[in-house]
T-cell receptor
Framework: EPEVTQTPSHQVTQMGQEVILRCVPISNHLYFYWYRQILGQKVEFLVSFYNNEISEKSEIFDDQFSVERPDGSNFTLKIRSTKLEDSAMYFC???????????????FGPGTRLTVL | DAKTTQPTSMDCAEGRAANLPCNHSTISGNEYVYWYRQIHSQGPQYIIHGLKNNETNEMASLIITEDRKSSTLILPHATLRDTAVYYCIVRVGGGTSYGKLTFGQGTILTVHP
């Protein structure tokens, strides 16, 4: 069964450093998302991406964040200057129609745990 | 998207049916009920969704009340691997919606041996 993959599984960085989180969505999907989950809190939407542009973003997704689909297979989330409060699990998701083409569902990756020191 | 209310936690014995309720009294006519679950900090996993008819798939059944103000997710024979946080999400859906998912706190289901 196809799946979303994410690398690295765990990233440790110093405050103020740039990080890039990588995701490989399911190959025939066209819609891509990033969510995050701070430890013990709920899953929060960050951004959605379609047709090479952001379709929706949350208040969390400020100028420090950016997304890119650099090569048609990877989908990346960049945090320019990390803060302590960026420490969280970051989930990538992709969406496409079910085999019956009757509905869509979002498939989530296993996540990248980002720790900012 | 309409707001949902779920119990914080529930217990279930292995092999028994787990019935997880969700209240969504402000649901609109074009909003679907989706259920996802998250097993121990893994990525959320789609379970099932419906508009107004009851739905069943290989994982679960979804019962939606006639007035659509509440629903119940049923895991017919719960196993230890079903221990997870279960999220009820209401949003415009079906085959044409690719919008964000808005997660609440969900219900922590613990399945006991």
């Amino acid at each position: 069964e196809p799946e979303v993959t994410q690398t690295p599984s765990h990233q440790v960085t110093q405050m103020g450093q740039e990080v890039i989180l990588r995701c490989v969505p399911i190959s025939n999907h066209l819609y891509f998302y990033w969510y995050r989950q701070i430890l013990g809190q709920k899953v929060e939407f960050l951004v959605s991406f379609y047709n090479n542009e952001i379709s929706e973003k949350s208040e969390i997704f400020d100028d420090q964040f950016s997304v890119e689909r650099p090569d048609g297979s990877n989908f990346t989330l960049k945090i320019r200057s990390t803060k302590l409060e960026d420490s969280a699990m970051y989930f990538c998701a992709s969406a496409g129609l079910s085999p019956s083409r009757s509905y869509n569902e979002q498939f989530f990756g296993p996540g990248t745990r980002l720790t900012v020191l | 998207d309409a707001k949902t209310t779920q119990p914080t936690s529930m217990d279930c014995a292995e092999g028994r049916a787990a019935n997880l309720p969700c209240n969504h009294s402000t649901i609109s006519g074009n909003e679907y009920v989706y259920w996802y679950r998250q097993i121990h900090s893994q990525g959320p996993q789609y379970i099932i969704h419906g508009l107004k008819n009851n739905e069943t798939n290989e994982m679960a059944s979804l019962i939606i009340t006639e007035d659509r103000k509440s629903s119940t997710l049923i895991l017919p024979h719960a196993t230890l691997r079903d221990t997870a946080v279960y999220y009820c999400i209401v949003r415009v859906g079906g085959g044409t919606s690719y919008g964000k998912l808005t997660f609440g706190q969900g219900t922590i289901l613990t399945v006991h041996p």
